[in-house]
């Protein structure tokens, strides 16, 4: 039986500036969301300082200042790169590989059980050479062992970021130290059942009834119980499922009021999903447009809605898209309200190659595929909004603000790391 390997980035965002700048290691480091509100990334050393995840700045400004905590702004463009990256490297080690996440995989392993430990060093030490992000490995005989396993590795000194539970003598002595809350598959609320019944670790989890399990907590319960029995119930995903929809959607970095950037935002958010869409060869049969005022802001006036378009033919162009979406946040504005975010959502997504003809102003629907298609060549080549609409504005006032961003090292030629 193949063994399976979870590989997880430790303190990814974080762990990704520092490749790029060494005067952030060994100093604490939060990374910030949207618009520079709140803490959702942060090295051992932010952890240590006691800076909570989901802090707003504002809150640990003192704890920032006092310890000089480097602080920056979110860099998806970074991030998204070294993912594939270290998911790319990951193939070396297994034609078998399930990207679970941005910053974990999992892989099937076939070796010898003596011969896991090695390997997992291997593969740590590999990733780390290709791309400077340091990981940890747990292997186990199923996933929910192996996401088990890759906790305890990230977290003991002695483990050194790399364990083997697979055929373990001391996998019930580790099962029996974790409380049920931190398995993976088991919320709030299967915790609180759980408690109930008097199952408070891991091991106690695994030795009970699979029927109470499947009764009291459905075929999910049923399947954690067998896999922390070594009974695979989780295969692979290496073909990832197909997108059911794509979203674009941002907050703003300021209060917006006026029709005319509300027309400029939901533009821009329609070129970038429909680029994203046809990337991956795909069709959307629905647009929708939405925002709201920021529900936050006690004292100002609410408003939200949405609106939807159900397209007698599918598309893949951002012009006839554009139209839809213009309509649509026409209808929906209403005056006097401060708006703090907008997005569009495509949905009724199918494969791009089988459209249908249509019965009527087809050779038009062609020519606007071609002309977007040498749109995206020429973006290619040349960057990002080398040629965009005008209905997306230039100045873009309303953008998110990331004062703080590292330069995007790895994906724009003009901000290529200079020594």
């Not at 990207?99 to 896991?116: M, T």
């Not at 050779?363 to 997306?392: C, H, P, T, W, Y």
Request: net charge positive; proline share 4%; aromatic share 8%.
């Amino acid at each position: 039986m193949n063994a399976i390997a979870l590989v997880d980035c430790n303190n990814f965002y974080a762990s990704c500036e520092r490749v790029f700048d060494a005067r952030l290691v060994g100093r604490p480091v939060v990374v910030l969301s949207n618009n520079d509100g709140c803490v959702v990334a942060r090295s051992n050393e932010a952890k240590a300082l006691g800076i909570r995840m989901g802090a707003p700045l504002f809150q640990v400004r003192d704890l920032v200042d006092l310890h000089n905590v480097a602080v920056l702004s979110s860099n998806y463009a970074l991030y998204g790169d070294m993912s594939a990256r270290v998911m790319h490297a990951l193939q070396e080690f297994s034609p078998e590989v399930e990207v679970y996440s941005i910053d974990e995989a999992f892989l099937s392993l076939d070796c010898r059980p003596e011969w896991l430990p090695e390997l997992g060093r291997r593969i740590r030490e590999r990733v780390y050479k290709l791309t400077g992000v340091p990981v940890s490995v747990g292997i186990a005989a199923t996933k929910t062992l192996s996401k088990f396993a890759g906790e305890i590795a990230k977290k003991s000194e002695k483990a050194g970021g790399v364990l083997s539970l697979f055929d373990s003598p001391h996998l019930d002595t580790a099962l029996e130290r974790t409380l049920v809350s931190d398995v993976w598959g088991v919320g709030r609320q299967y915790t609180k059942l759980l408690n109930a019944r008097g199952i408070t670790n891991a091991l106690q989890l695994r030795d009970c009834d699979v029927r109470w399990a499947r009764m009291a907590m459905t075929v999910v319960g049923a399947r954690i119980v067998e896999e922390l029995r070594g009974v695979a119930c989780l295969p692979l995903q290496l073909c990832p499922p197909p997108k059911r929809s794509i979203t674009c959607s941002r907050t703003f970095g300021r209060a917006v009021t006026t029709l005319s950037e509300i027309r400029e935002a939901v533009a821009f958010f329609m070129t970038r999903a429909a680029e994203k869409m046809r990337r991956r060869g795909l069709c959307a049969s629905a647009v929708t447009v939405f925002f709201s005022t920021n529900r936050f802001n006690k004292s100002a006036r609410q408003y939200a809605n949405s609106a939807t378009v159900e397209l007698a033919c599918p598309t893949d162009t951002t012009q006839e898209l554009l139209s839809h979406a213009m309509r649509l946040a026409e209808g929906i504005f209403r005056e006097g309200y401060e708006f703090k975010k907008a997005g569009v959502l495509l949905s009724g997504i199918v494969p791009a190659s089988p459209l249908t003809k249509r019965m009527h102003d087809d050779e038009q629907n062609e020519r606007m595929r071609k002309v977007i298609r040498a749109v995206d060549r020429i973006n290619a080549k040349l960057g990002r909004d080398a040629v965009r609409f005008a209905v997306s504005g230039l100045k873009r006032e309303w953008m998110t603000r990331c004062e703080k961003r590292s330069p995007r090292y790895t994906t724009s030629w003009s901000e290529l790391l200079t020594v």
